[in-house]
């Protein structure tokens, strides 16, 4: 083999070589990325779970004051604008809170399907 034939044949190694190296790289890059993201989007979706989980027993107590009759009366009582003009009170409509609640029924079946 003449040094033309040899350096073109360690040419054509090196470009498949440094192809493959190359691509490995990128990939590997790609790889790590997407592991990071999991593990972000994990411990995301974890902190999100516990506040959620914190929130159910502020979730019954909305419940039961929403289905009782305290809310009715200040239900009522909003209707003959009987309360404070500033007083917040997004409590008292009906499709806030009833919105509310289904979703988290919603969720609660969801999360039978995770676990």
Request: hydrophobic fraction near 35%.
């Amino acid at each position: 083999m003449d040094r033309i034939e040899r350096i073109s044949q360690f040419e054509g190694l090196y470009d498949s070589s440094k192809a493959a190296v190359d691509k490995f790289m990128d990939e590997y890059n790609e790889y790590v990325r997407a592991i990071a993201g999991y593990f972000d989007a994990k411990k995301k979706y974890t902190e999100a779970l516990m506040r959620y989980e914190e929130a159910q027993e502020d979730l019954r107590l909305l419940e039961a004051y929403y289905t009782g009759d305290d809310w009715k009366g200040d239900y009522a009582a909003d209707e003959a604008g009987q309360l404070p003009e500033g007083l917040k009170r997004g409590v008292l409509s009906q499709d806030g809170i009833n919105d509310l609640l289904d979703k988290n029924m919603e969720i609660m079946e969801l999360l039978k399907t995770v676990e």
